[in-house]
T-cell receptor, first 115, second 111 residues
Framework: DTGVSQDPRHKITKRGQNVTFRCDPI?????LYWYRQTLGQGPEFLTY????????KSRLLSDRFSAERPKGSFSTLEIQRTEQGDSAMYLC?????????????FGPGTRLTVL | GQNIDQPTEMTATEGAIVQINCTYQ??????LFWYQQHAGEAPTFLSY????GLEEKGRFSSFLSRSKGYSYLLLKELQMKDSASYLC????????????FGSGTRLQVQP
């Protein structure tokens, strides 16, 4: 399978716990995005990497959130001290750097439930 | 602020044609995308418009008018499997190319 993969697909945690999600983009894609989607809404941009550099973070990304892409390949998104409001689908997407506009390819998402 | 508006829900009949509208007011514009999202699944790319006019791809077509801040997605010969949410998204920034999404239109196709 050469698409974007995410792990885990589902995560249930208790309020206050830390969670970490992983995204493996399409191998030749330099750009990697994290989005958050709540029920009945479209995805909201969280952060963007170009290779290993995190070039932008949304104001939605509070201090409890951190993302890394250490070798410019896979990425992790960590949420510390989770809150019930963090319950959402976390989507990862990738696209190539070069050439004209390209659609973003989305992974299946990690659904987080904070109890 | 950024505004991307779509109807919340639509219902159509199998075999018919449906048009899903999207209006946008954004600080920048580098193209408009339509994505399909089935419940519990990832969005999948349908179409991209950056110039005014109609782009046709099989049963799906997408139209853009930049001067009016308006796009529509046209689905022909509806099938039951077309029941899904349809997301309109604008690329506002040539640099990062992150997308700003509307809330989506949930389409229900009935027999």
């Amino acid at each position: 399978d050469t698409g974007v993969s995410q792990d885990p697909r589902h995560k249930i945690t208790k309020r206050g716990q830390n969670v970490t999600f992983r995204c493996d983009p399409i191998s030749e894609h330099n750009r990697l995005y994290w989005y958050r989607q709540t029920l009945g809404q479209g995805p909201e941009f969280l952060t963007y990497f170009q290779n290993e550099a995190q070039l932008e973070k949304s104001r939605l990304l509070s201090d409890r959130f951190s993302a890394e892409r250490p070798k410019g390949s896979f990425s992790t998104l960590e949420i510390q001290r989770t809150e019930q409001g963090d319950s959402a689908m976390y989507l990862c997407a990738s696209s190539p750097l070069a050439g004209g506009p390209h659609e973003q390819f989305f992974g299946p998402g990690t659904r987080l439930t904070v109890l | 602020g950024q505004n991307i508006d779509q109807p919340t829900e639509m219902t159509a009949t199998e075999g018919a044609i449906v048009q899903i509208n999207c209006t946008y007011q954004t600080s920048g514009f580098n193209g408009l995308f339509w994505y399909q999202q089935h419940a519990g699944e990832a969005p999948t790319f349908l179409s991209y418009n950056v110039l005014d006019g109609l782009e046709e791809k099989g049963r799906f077509s997408s139209f853009l008018s930049r001067s009016k801040g308006y796009s529509y997605l046209l689905l022909k010969e509806l099938q039951m499997k077309d029941s899904a949410s349809y997301l309109c998204a604008v690329d506002m920034d040539t640099g990062r190319r992150a997308l700003t999404f509307g809330s989506g239109t949930r389409l229900q196709v009935q027999p």
